[in-house]
């Protein structure tokens, strides 16, 4: 897209709900509303990604990524409550960008919930016609975990970021960041992750952000250890703890162009630069250089196209000081957020892209064999459900020191928002039985919900960052070996895929992290209430999930991800009748 009009600033989506005001998160506890645990953990996930712990602004129903909503209105929320409570578990809810539109008799092992949000046909995939449907209430922005009801705050995306910044220690420095300092900006719901991520990597973070509340948060709940009263301290900070070898993160209430731009005036060149904003929203995601948080609020609500010209100027400063400081000796990488695919598209600079995605730089060989984000949820509340999933994983594969070491350091360091939660990254792997690795774990946390061990079931999804269910050419099919980075027939058969194998949820979302048009993506709950349905459930799902990957990067040609078929026996049809 070569042009964008403003967003509109008022988007209909009325008074908070009365509903929300008194549960301010998820229902806890062991006592249902709904006439089952599968429709009960969508209402309690929504809420979750309601709670004013989790979600950016949960009073306009946005969850996290500039306007990534949880439901359409409050109108809608309180409909999509009453419909679950009502939902047979032998019917399925149909959820339209955010609203509820329709519920059928199907069976029980199809999904309760299936969602599409943003989804546009390719001609009209535009933000400039996602804001006039927007407008007149017909559409909603989903983001990817928020619109699915899949987001559990900051604890979510870390091991996302934890795993690129170890693969980049690896890569780069043999080992972790030990005495390295990584300069970033954002401190947003996603963005928040970067400061622990870099210190559980034994490395310093130096990170901008321009919402002095953002920063506080960080700092509230252990996400952050500093706050400097100006750059010059924060370099000094860094200095210190890098030259010490001891972790550190610290943060400067500044705009991160101005930031970058100050280090490369300064000779100070970070061992390494990448970015977390929200970039691929111009208007509601990005802050233009020059203003503070109300200042650049009134400009966007009295001049939306100054807003966003000056905001893709910034972009462009921004991209620039990326180059500068790379040219000067820094590892650059982008972090996802679409910011060189606006500087190219806006301001046709073709060099934007000359430091890469992380993704090709250091995910993609996890990808090909499936490895990728397992998160799950204690529905019950209860911090000790989720303390004996941890020893539950670490017992299953006693051999992963990388997982054992993160489990650690997750029990240690991340705080828990909302309901009680954890992520780690498995993979596809196949045992003796024909059994991945994630379908391993879901069977055991099924088990232990069976025996009374963990006290109410367990809800498994993932986030995004995904081996097989996303197409997003900025992102996570950047350079792919075959140019088939913008084939989006996958994250489709992905969502086809998961309904037969009896997913709970199943969802797919256009725009992700990166902005409308410029991905497609699926995601999928799995409800382990302890019964033979929900093993049977996950058997499946956590075999099709994965194998998706694992087939995608086979067919685009990657010698990991046919090496990972052979292994695991995943067909892969027109290579097997070769």
Same mark, same amino acid.
């Given at each position: 897209?070569s ?5 509109p600033t008022n988007?209909?989506?009325g008074?908070?709900?009365a509903e929300w005001?008194?549960?301010q998160?998820a ?5 249902i509303?709904?006439e ?11 809420n979750?990604?309601?709670d004013?712990e ?8 946005v ?6 909503r949880?439901?359409r209105?409050?109108d809608a ?7 679950l409570?009502?939902l047979g578990g032998e019917?399925?809810?149909l959820v339209?960008s955010g609203?509820?539109?329709g ?13 599409a949000?943003?989804?546009l046909v ?5 933000w ?7 407008a007149?209430?017909?559409?909603m922005?989903?983001?990817m975990t928020?619109?699915?009801w899949a ?11 934890y795993?690129?910044l170890?693969?980049l220690?690896r890569?780069e420095?043999?080992d972790?960041l030990e005495?390295?300092i990584?300069?970033t900006?954002?401190?947003g719901?996603m963005?928040?992750?970067q400061?622990?991520?870099v210190?559980?990597n034994?490395?310093v973070c ?9 920063i506080?948060?960080r700092?509230?709940?252990? /996400?952050l250890m $500093?706050r400097a #009263?100006?750059l010059?301290e924060a370099l @000094?900070n860094a200095? %210190?703890a890098?030259e010490? &070898?001891?972790p550190y ?5 500044m ?5 970058l731009?100050?280090m490369?005036?300064r000779d ?5 630069v ?10 509601k995601g990005?802050?233009?250089?020059g203003y503070?948080?109300?200042?650049a ?7 939306p196209?100054? /807003?966003?010209? $000056?905001?893709? #100027? ?5 991209? @620039?000081a990326i180059? %500068?400081?790379?040219?000067r &000796?820094?590892v650059?990488?982008?972090y996802g957020?679409?910011?060189?695919g606006?500087?190219?598209d806006?301001?046709g ?10 993704v090709p730089?250091y995910i993609r ?9 397992f998160r ?9 459900d989720?303390?004996?999933?941890d020893e ?5 594969f006693p051999?992963?020191?990388s997982?054992?070491?993160w489990i650690?350091l997750?029990?240690?360091q991340v705080?828990?928002?909302g ?9 596809y792997e196949?045992?003796d ?6 379908a391993?774990?879901?069977l055991r ?5 069976a025996?009374g061990?963990?006290?109410a079931p367990?809800?498994?999804?993932r986030?995004h960052?995904?081996?097989?269910s ?14 088939t980075d913008?084939?989006a027939?996958?994250?489709?058969l992905n969502a086809?895929l998961?309904c037969?194998?009896?997913a ?6 256009d725009?992700g992290g990166?902005g409308?048009g410029n991905a497609?993506?699926?995601n999928n709950?799995?409800?382990l209430?302890?019964s033979?349905?929900a093993?049977?459930k996950?058997?499946?799902v956590?075999?099709?999930d ?5 087939i995608?990067?086979a067919d ?5 991800a046919?090496?990972?078929?052979d292994q ?8 097997d009748r070769q």
């Amino acid at each position: 897209m070569s042009e964008q009009e403003p967003a509109p600033t008022n988007t209909g989506i009325g008074e908070p709900s009365a509903e929300w005001r008194e549960y301010q998160g998820a229902p806890t506890g062991t006592d249902i509303e709904c006439e089952g645990w599968r429709q009960e953990a969508a209402l309690r996930m929504l809420n979750n990604n309601l709670d004013p712990e989790v979600a950016e602004k949960p009073e306009e129903l946005v969850v996290y990524g500039g306007t990534g909503r949880a439901a359409r209105s409050w109108d809608a929320y309180d409909a999509i409550l009453a419909e679950l409570r009502d939902l047979g578990g032998e019917e399925t809810l149909l959820v339209q960008s955010g609203q509820p539109v329709g519920r059928f008799p199907t069976h029980e092992r199809a999904p309760r919930v299936l969602i599409a949000n943003s989804n546009l046909v390719g001609k009209w995939d535009s933000w400039e016609h996602f804001h006039e449907l927007e407008a007149e209430g017909k559409i909603m922005y989903g983001q990817m975990t928020a619109g699915s009801w899949a987001y559990i705050g900051t604890q979510g995306i870390i091991q996302g970021t934890y795993e690129t910044l170890a693969e980049l220690g690896r890569q780069e420095y043999d080992d972790d960041l030990e005495g390295k300092i990584v300069a970033t900006g954002g401190l947003g719901g996603m963005s928040g992750a970067q400061p622990l991520a870099v210190t559980m990597n034994r490395g310093v973070c130096i990170a901008a952000e321009v919402d002095a509340h953002r920063i506080e948060r960080r700092l509230d709940t252990d /996400y952050l250890m $500093e706050r400097a #009263d100006d750059l010059d301290e924060a370099l @000094d900070n860094a200095e %210190e703890a890098a030259e010490a &070898g001891e972790p550190y993160s610290v943060a400067v209430e500044m705009n991160v162009a101005d930031m970058l731009e100050a280090m490369a005036e300064r000779d100070f060149v970070p061992d390494i630069v990448t970015d977390q904003t929200s970039a691929h929203d111009e208007l509601k995601g990005y802050y233009p250089s020059g203003y503070t948080v109300d200042e650049a609020d009134e400009l966007r609500e009295s001049d939306p196209e100054r /807003y966003v010209e $000056e905001s893709l #100027d910034t972009m462009e400063r921004h991209v @620039d000081a990326i180059l %500068e400081l790379q040219d000067r &000796g820094a590892v650059a990488f982008e972090y996802g957020n679409n910011l060189r695919g606006q500087v190219e598209d806006h301001r046709g600079r073709e060099d934007a892209f000359d430091f890469p995605g992380f993704v090709p730089a250091y995910i993609r060989p996890m990808f090909c064999r499936g490895r990728g984000p397992f998160r799950w949820a204690a529905l019950s509340g209860d911090p000790a459900d989720i303390h004996r999933t941890d020893e539950a994983v670490t017992e299953l594969f006693p051999e992963n020191d990388s997982l054992t070491r993160w489990i650690d350091l997750a029990q240690e360091q991340v705080s828990f928002q909302g309901l009680p939660s954890r992520v780690c990254w498995l993979g596809y792997e196949t045992d003796d039985d024909g059994l991945t690795e994630r379908a391993r774990f879901a069977l055991r946390i099924n088990e232990l919900v069976a025996d009374g061990e963990i006290s109410a079931p367990i809800v498994v999804t993932r986030d995004h960052l995904d081996a097989g269910s996303v197409a997003s050419p900025h992102r996570e099919t950047e350079a792919m070996k075959d140019g088939t980075d913008a084939v989006a027939d996958w994250p489709i058969l992905n969502a086809l895929l998961n309904c037969a194998a009896g997913a709970d949820i199943v969802s797919v979302h256009d725009g992700g992290g990166v902005g409308i048009g410029n991905a497609l993506h699926a995601n999928n709950h799995v409800v382990l209430d302890g019964s033979d349905l929900a093993a049977e459930k996950a058997r499946r799902v956590f075999t099709t999930d994965p194998g998706m990957g694992v087939i995608r990067h086979a067919d685009a040609g990657y010698d990991d991800a046919i090496d990972e078929a052979d292994q695991s026996d995943v067909p892969v049809p027109m290579r097997d009748r070769q």
